[in-house]
């Protein structure tokens, strides 16, 4: 890796005020920010009931959709803490461009409500919080992915970490790849299409509908790493080399087999006429998404087996959904698609 590392952008700037807002240089963050907030809502403001009789009654929901639902709370419900340490600790003191910090502060407020998303299921289910929030530890398939972006992100949580030449922006690089495009990116969608496919049967519908409320949330965490991703990128194109894309391409792979992994652990038989295989077939066709994103090449080539799982998803589309249904969002009335 050749040159010296760009000490007048995003990260690490010494001359950047974290203060002065105005006048803004990156504008797609203050746009994340706007959208973010034109998504505002909150947990309680959903209706659990009949979540609750279908969860008590024992001829509403299958086993395996029990068991499901279940692997999902556990998954999430530590996910979304993980996702919020990271950024708070790791990334918002590198990040050192005010708007961008104005932005990780929505986010972060933004994983408080998921985190409180859980608790709210657990406390209406009456689910066991030992049970649940132990599963990221006790179920193989779950701690697989957290331990993947945790190992991706260690030299980060070093005290002494700081971004002082491209090697440590390298690092830098690998832990906003791990939380903003692996994590948030890839790792919560098998289990969005599995709640969601729930939903579309009219099984769970109250945690159905927090699940689109995340979805969106997460589809503007992920649009503003991969800005930010492509940022850096740009401002430092050495940092960028064929072997670091190599790796971050082979990331991306291993990523997509413990998606399956949890898939097939989370919902071994299928869900409503839904094949396992066609919920990995979704991991992959976002995977895809991901790496086309951050300009790198497809690998899988899948098309989308879930269409209707794209009006929520597809960034392309985003801003004219936002723009077009803004009144709903404010409100957070029922949801419909
Ligand atoms: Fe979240
Ligand atoms: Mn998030």
């Known amino acids: 890796m050749e040159g010296r590392l760009n000490t007048s952008g995003i990260v690490s700037n010494s001359k950047t005020d974290p203060n002065k807002i105005l006048p803004m240089r990156y504008m797609w963050a203050r746009n994340h920010y706007k959208d973010g907030v034109a998504n505002n809502w909150t947990p309680e403001e959903?209706?659990?009931?009949?979540?609750?009789?279908?969860?008590?009654?024992?001829?509403?929901?299958?086993?395996?959709e029990r068991h499901m639902i279940l692997w999902n709370m556990g998954f999430f419900a530590t996910a979304e803490s993980l996702t919020a340490n990271n950024l708070v600790l790791a990334v918002y003191r590198h990040v050192t461009n005010p708007e961008c910090r104005q932005y990780?502060?929505?986010?972060?407020?933004?994983?408080?409500?998921?985190?409180?998303?859980?608790?709210?299921?657990?406390?209406?289910l009456g689910l066991n919080p030992d049970e649940i929030y132990n599963m990221y530890t006790t179920i193989p398939s779950i701690s697989a992915k957290d331990e993947f972006v945790i190992n991706l992100t260690k030299s980060i949580f070093d005290p002494n970490f700081e971004i002082k030449d491209l090697k440590t922006l390298q690092a830098f690089l690998h832990d906003l790849i791990g939380y903003y495009v692996i994590m948030e990116g890839i790792f919560f969608y098998a289990g969005f299409a599995m709640m969601l496919a729930l939903k579309r049967q009219n099984k769970m519908i109250g945690i159905g509908e927090q699940f689109e409320y995340i979805m969106r949330d997460e589809s503007i965490h992920l649009a503003f790493g991969c800005d930010l991703i492509n940022t850096i990128k740009k401002e430092n194109p050495s940092v960028w080399t064929p072997e670091f894309q190599a790796d971050v391409i082979e990331l991306i792979?291993?990523?997509v087999k413990l998606e399956a992994q949890y898939a097939f652990d989370a919902c071994p038989t299928g869900l409503l006429g839904i094949s396992t295989q066609q919920f990995v077939n979704y991991v992959e066709y976002i995977a895809d998404r991901r790496l086309e994103r951050i300009d790198l090449p497809k690998v899988y080539l899948q098309e989308n087996p879930f269409p209707w799982m794209s009006q929520a998803t597809d960034l392309s589309k985003e801003k004219n959904f936002f723009e077009s249904r803004v009144t709903e969002y404010r409100t957070a009335g029922s949801l419909e698609w």
Do not use: G, N, P
């Not at 659990?48 to 008590?56: F, I, N, P, T």
């Not at 972060?108 to 998303?117: I, L, N, P």
């Open 46 to 64: 959903v209706s659990m009931q009949k979540d609750v009789e279908q969860w008590k009654d024992s001829f509403s929901l299958t086993q395996d």
């Open 104 to 124: 990780l502060l929505r986010q972060a407020y933004e994983e408080a409500v998921h985190t409180d998303t859980f608790i709210y299921c657990c406390d209406s």
């Open 253 to 255: 792979k291993k990523a």
